[in-house]
Each structure stands twice: as C-alpha cells, then as structure tokens.
C-alpha cells in the first residue's frame, strides 16, 4: 500500500514537471510569435521610409532638370 502512495507522488511530480515545461514552451512559441510580428513591421516601416525618401530624392532631380532644361531654352531664346 505504502508503494502505491509512493508512485502517486512520483506521477503528480512528473505531471507538474511535464505541465510546466508544456507552459514554457508554450510561451516561448507566443513571444517568439509577437517578436516576429513586430519586427516584420518594422522592417515594412522602414521600407517604405526609404521608398518615400528616393521617390522624394528622384522628384527633386526631376524637377531640378526640368527647371536646367527651361533656362537652357530661355537662354537660347534671347
């Protein structure tokens, strides 16, 4: 009877060790997740920061040339 006892501890301590380990995985897997989430919108943010900057940039050379180009013309015209 006594051996009995014994083996109902046994397993009720390697069921709570199963069920925290079981926790910390569980947990790890979710941070992980979140961690992913955040840096993929990051990474987005950051992206189109700079497609904005050389869209901005590539306007500015747009428009510098095309004023160059007119003053070439007004020059030639007078």
């Known amino acids: ?3 009995v006892h014994g083996e109902h501890s046994k397993m009720k301590v390697l069921m709570i060790c199963v069920s925290i ?3 910390v995985v569980v947990m790890l ?3 992980r997740r979140s961690v992913k989430r955040n ?3 990051e990474i987005n943010q950051q992206i189109e920061s ?5 869209l901005a940039l590539s306007n500015k050379d747009t ?6 180009n007119r003053s070439e013309m007004t020059s030639i015209h007078h």
């Not at 700079?50 to 050389?54: F, H, L």
């Open 1 to 3: 009877m006594r051996k």
């Open 21 to 23: 380990m079981l926790g």
């Open 29 to 31: 897997y979710c941070y």
């Open 39 to 41: 840096m993929k919108s």
């Open 50 to 54: 700079a497609v904005n900057q050389y």
């Open 63 to 68: 428009e510098a040339s095309e004023r160059a």
